[in-house]
């Protein structure tokens, strides 16, 4: 939403087109480079119809790429320098566990990023976490830093921020036509606004957005159940408000990974989620999924009873949220292929919120023509063939 004192204007140096986590942190790297900066958002804030919203995600530096786990260190650092900037906590420090079959090369990359000593047998995890119980041949991995991420209050702090770097952010503003060019025209619902550099970050409407650019992209929208789970006597276990966050590898019943935090949003509950879902359109994502969403939560509740038995075997709450996938769930950080001041970041494929600090400045230094920080490989449109239409 504009200030009452921010008059609209049609000229910017860069303009945002998403106002999620990604096109926020953006946002706010270019206003701190002292970039006149426009950040559009087609809903009104808050809201939760994309991928950002909710009390909470998991943050960690544990990784079984290592073009992830090396940016880390600096996605912490980032993190602190807002939570030192807006005057607020945004991190609470839970630790982490990786949970799975011992030897797995996924396990076995996460114990290489965190080193022999933090591998836990079964007796080890149950003295750390008594509420854990793992199964003969398999083992976790300790990352001590993980814990959670306040989401929402995160969304509102990097926005608060960039606008007090003179960034202008417009909400209720749905985009209508993009018109390329040395300087892109965006018209949406209630203005026409022009700037050098376009930068889209619109989660799951990136798909349709790029075939109006002349891109097809193979991103898949998905509808993700996101379960809360009751301890079966509360505090009889070390679950709720001082438990780990946990994710899984390699575990023939969860194909997908299955990850748990606690649950802030509900306390004295877990938080507990498949990381897979219903094939969706973020226009019709309230329609009943075509595919049976009682899979997951039957797979979830599988998962408790052999894990996490002090938990009741039935989610108290059921809530949905969306993932934007790429095939190999690896990001989309990249310039088009034919209009080189257009930035695409797309594709967070539901593990993108920790990372949001340093995709937003990988996605401003595009925009600014510098030399990425990390090697971009991993997140080329180009890994993908005859993306670029007629």
Not at 318 to 323: Q, S
């Amino acid at each position: 939403m504009a200030a009452p004192n921010q008059p609209q204007k049609a000229t910017y140096d860069a303009i945002i087109i998403g106002a999620g986590i990604q096109g926020s942190f953006t946002a706010y790297h270019l206003a701190q480079h002292h970039k006149d900066t426009l950040l559009l958002e087609q809903f009104l804030l808050p809201h939760s119809r994309g991928s950002s919203h909710g009390q909470s995600r998991i943050i960690r530096s544990v990784y079984p790429q290592e073009y992830y786990s090396c940016m880390m260190p600096e996605s912490f650092h980032l993190w602190q320098q807002l939570e030192a900037e807006a005057g607020t906590s945004l991190y609470r420090r839970t630790g982490l566990v990786v949970l799975g079959p011992a030897g797995d090369p996924e396990l076995e990359s996460c114990r290489r990023s965190l080193g022999d000593n933090q591998v836990l047998d079964a007796t080890a995890l149950a003295q750390h976490f008594p509420a854990f119980r793992l199964q003969p041949g398999e083992a976790a991995v300790l990352d001590s830093t993980g814990g959670v991420l306040f989401a929402d209050r995160a969304l509102r702090a990097v926005q608060e921020v960039f606008r007090r770097h003179g960034g202008t952010l417009r909400d209720g503003e749905k985009v209508l036509h993009i018109e390329p060019g040395a300087m892109v025209t965006v018209t949406t619902t209630a203005g026409v606004y022009q700037a050098p550099q376009l930068i889209i970050t619109v989660g799951a409407w990136a798909g349709a957005f790029m075939e109006h650019l002349g891109l097809r992209l193979p991103l898949q929208p998905l509808r993700i159940n996101v379960c809360y789970w009751r301890e079966k006597q509360p505090g009889s276990t070390s679950m709720g408000t001082v438990s780990p966050c946990f994710l899984t590898v390699g575990l023939s019943q969860a194909p997908h990974s299955i990850y748990g935090l606690p649950a802030l949003e509900y306390p004295g509950m877990v938080k507990l989620c498949h990381h897979h879902g219903s094939p969706t359109d973020p226009e019709k994502r309230d329609q009943a999924p075509s595919d049976d969403p009682h899979l997951d939560i039957a797979l979830l509740s599988n998962f408790i009873s052999t894990y996490l038995p002090g938990l009741e075997p039935q989610p108290a709450v059921v809530e949905t949220c969306m993932y934007t996938n790429t095939p190999d769930e690896d990001f989309i950080l990249d310039r088009h292929p034919k209009f080189s001041n257009i930035i695409i970041g797309a594709g967070f494929s539901g593990h993108g919120f920790k990372l949001a600090p340093v995709v937003g400045k990988l996605l401003c230094q595009l925009s600014l023509g510098e030399e990425p920080s990390y090697n971009m490989a991993p997140f080329s449109i180009n890994r993908f063939p005859g993306v670029l239409q007629a």
